[in-house]
Antibody, heavy 120, light 109 residues
Framework: QVQLVQSGAEVKKPGASVKVSCKASGYTFTSYDINWVRQATGQGLEWMGWMNPNSGNTGYAQKFQGRVTMTRNTSISTAYMELSSLRSEDTAVYYC?????????????WGQGTLVTVSS | SSELTQDPAVSVALGQTVRITCQGDSLRSYYASWYQQKPGQAPVLVIYGKNNRPSGIPDRFSGSSSGNTASLTITGAQAEDEADYYCNSRDSSGNHLYVFGTGTKVTVL
């Protein structure tokens, strides 16, 4: 069965960086995009960007341009999302999701979410 | 700010029909996908493409689109349908970028 398993919760200080991983199983990792979406407590879903694990091509929301980097390691079927220059407003649950040509921008399978807390 | 606008909240009587709308310029050219999210859980895809349901999604969920508005309809709402619903589609830049709607809280009375 398809699964996306994310890394555990993180606590970071303002100005630091965080790298969240998303390990895929149950399908061919390079055949589907990975989207990253975040959600602050009590707020809506916010799309951050996408990555094609086959080519490594990425697309980032303008809001995160220059601060976010999405990468992958195909040998271990794992995608990564790194967010730098963290501020308190980046405190949120971060999700990875498996996208496709029919389900772009989101996904038919989602990770369990990773809570990132930014606090001094 | 989101480029896809949804009503913040709607309510529906048990067994009745509710329509959730999503407005945005990009919807004139692209379909919306719809997600259901319950408290403390990851979103679940309920509708994608013109009107497609993933395996396991009840057929009481359906999607449609007209002009700049996409709609998700729940026909015969059940108590378990009480959740937040989000649309998702391309942003208005014309690039390969996406955006979620502002979200609609559905209450089943």
């Amino acid at each position: 069965q398809v699964q996306l398993v994310q890394s555990g919760a993180e606590v970071k200080k303002p100005g630091a960086s965080v790298k969240v991983s998303c390990k895929a199983s149950g399908y061919t990792f390079t055949s589907y995009d990975i989207n990253w979406v975040r959600q602050a407590t009590g707020q809506g879903l916010e799309w951050m960007g996408w990555m094609n694990p086959n080519s490594g091509n990425t697309g980032y929301a303008q809001k995160f341009q220059g601060r976010v980097t999405m990468t992958r390691n195909t040998s271990i079927s794992t995608a990564y999302m790194e967010l730098s220059s963290l501020r308190s407003e980046d405190t949120a649950v971060y999700y990875c999701a498996r996208g496709s040509t029919m389900v772009q921008g989101g996904g038919d399978y989602w990770g369990q979410g990773t809570l990132v807390t930014v606090s001094s | 700010s989101s480029e896809l606008t949804q009503d913040p909240a709607v309510s529906v009587a048990l067994g009745q029909t509710v329509r959730i709308t999503c407005q945005g310029d990009s919807l004139r050219s692209y379909y919306a996908s719809w997600y259901q999210q319950k408290p403390g859980q990851a979103p679940v895809l309920v509708i994608y493409g013109k009107n497609n349901r993933p395996s396991g999604i009840p057929d009481r969920f359906s999607g449609s689109s007209s002009g700049n508005t996409a709609s998700l309809t729940i026909t015969g709402a059940q108590a378990e349908d009480e959740a937040d619903y989000y649309c998702n589609s391309r942003d208005s830049s014309g690039n390969h970028l996406y955006v979620f709607g502002t979200g609609t809280k559905v209450t089943v009375l």
